[in-house]
């Protein structure tokens, strides 16, 4: 966040004169860093936040933090169709990365003399659109960022780009001036990229020194002082770092919902391990929502009446808070779905040892009345009876009724006892299948 272009801002005057005009583009990358990969200290340390420094410095530990800041020579940073026109003055290079991992790339450069609203429009046009073509030194962009960092995942452009143009010199005039229709005019051309006109400017917001407009992807703020520009920045940053996050969130909800769908899980052990799994990837969703989101679409870090307007509008237009709410609801749903299953898994585990520990008595009992057999099988050869022949062994083919009768029974118990433990075994076997569908109930005659 380039320094020294604005006159007449204090940390006291929130208004300021422009010479050169500046434009940030902020994307959004997939993949994550290390949090905790060393940082180059906190952004209020590195940029000018004037009279909001005070505010982010006991917010420092939730705040984005710049990983890689670096200045390049403008004639090396080129776009698919050149500059159209502009005159490059000074580039930056910026990527922040907030402590759950995610990533927000920064691109802050001055154009020096004119810059026609067409021409600048055709600048914010290509570098959101063609990106992916943005080249440094002759190679793509994001190369030179994955060199410098190693991230642990591969980098690469997300869905979400947001732009901030603060007007220098004439351009700075033009909108500042006197003539709504020629204010009008020129909004809408850099707001839309020169590609939509309409009859009245996107959240327009005059105090007649200041004027600031936005859209969906593209922000003007003329007539700010320089920490209020780097204040506004940030809240960019946040807006785009959390419509990053709630996107991200969203898909990886849906990948855990299939996942429970199709699981197949054959034992508890595999079930106990497919629920922990799951429920590790909940809170992980939950964490997301908390500290990637909330933590940036509330005035809680600069309450400041400029900074709320702002957020508040750009919330609004991003629509962040419908879909923060809606992916809330369907992770809650998604917790109540495994918390069934959970809870599922354990009444069946019950029931099984219940129906095991029946088996178990049962048996006992039948072994106790069928020890009465053996008994007397005992009592049988023990006996000096006349039908127990001292001189033959008691394995003679002709005791073997005995023996039938005294062991055949255990045998037979042994076998039932097993078949019907392995069958309790098996029957929680199909906790985490998808339920079987419900047969459609036939509607009754003559409807």
């Not at 004439?170 to 909108?175: A, D, I, K, P, V």
């Amino acid at each position: 966040m380039i320094t020294g272009t604005t006159s007449g801002g204090t940390a006291g005057l929130d208004s300021g004169t422009r010479r050169l005009t500046r434009v940030l583009v902020l994307f959004s990358l997939s993949g994550t860093l290390d949090p905790r990969s060393p940082s180059l200290g906190s952004l209020v340390d590195r940029f000018d936040f004037g009279r909001f420094a005070l505010h982010l410095k006991s917010s420092e530990a939730v705040l984005p933090a710049p990983v890689l800041v670096a200045d390049v020579p403008p004639g090396e940073l080129r776009l698919l169709h050149g500059h159209h026109g502009l005159a490059p003055a000074s580039a930056e290079l910026v990527v922040l990365t907030t402590p759950r991992g995610d990533v927000t790339l920064v691109l802050d450069c001055e154009f020096a003399g004119r810059t026609p609203e067409g021409a600048l429009a055709a600048w914010l046009a290509d570098s959101c659109f063609d990106r992916d073509r943005i080249t440094l030194g002759g190679r793509p962009l994001l190369d030179v960022v994955r060199e410098r960092l190693a991230p642990r995942e591969p980098l690469a452009f997300g869905q979400n780009v947001h732009q901030l143009v603060f007007p220098g010199g004439e351009l700075r005039e033009e909108l500042l001036g006197a003539d709504p229709a020629r204010q009008a005019v020129v909004l809408n051309e850099l707001v839309y990229r020169g590609r939509r006109a309409t009859a009245e400017p996107p959240h327009l917001r005059s105090h007649g020194s200041t004027v600031s407009a936005h859209g969906r992807g593209v922000s003007v703020h003329a007539g700010w002082a320089e920490h209020v520009e780097n204040g506004l920045t940030l809240v960019a940053v946040g807006m785009v770092s959390a419509l990053a996050v709630l996107q991200r969130t969203r898909l990886a909800a849906f990948a855990t919902m299939r996942a429970n769908e199709q699981a197949s899980a054959s034992s508890p052990y595999e079930i106990r391990s497919l629920i922990s799994q799951l429920s590790a990837g909940v809170n992980e969703l939950q964490l997301d929502l908390a500290f990637g989101v909330e933590a940036y679409v509330d005035s809680l870090l600069i309450p400041e009446t400029v900074m709320e307007a702002f957020q508040s509008s750009l919330r609004d237009a991003f629509g962040i808070r419908d879909s923060l709410d809606n992916s809330a609801r369907m992770v809650e749903r998604l917790t109540s779905v495994i918390s069934a299953r959970s809870a599922a898994l354990d009444a069946e585990l019950a029931e099984r040892d219940d129906r095991r520990d029946r088996t178990v008595s049962v048996l006992v009992a039948i072994a106790t009345l069928i020890a009465l057999p053996p008994t007397l099988l005992l009592a049988f050869f023990g006996a000096n009876a006349s039908t127990v022949d001292p001189h033959r062994s008691v394995f003679d083919p002709r005791y073997l009724p005995a023996y039938v009768l005294a062991w055949v029974p255990f045998l037979v118990l042994a076998v039932i006892g097993y078949v019907r433990i392995i069958r309790a075994g098996r029957r929680s076997g199909a906790l985490l299948s998808p339920a079987a569908p419900v047969p459609a109930r036939r509607p009754p005659s003559g409807s």
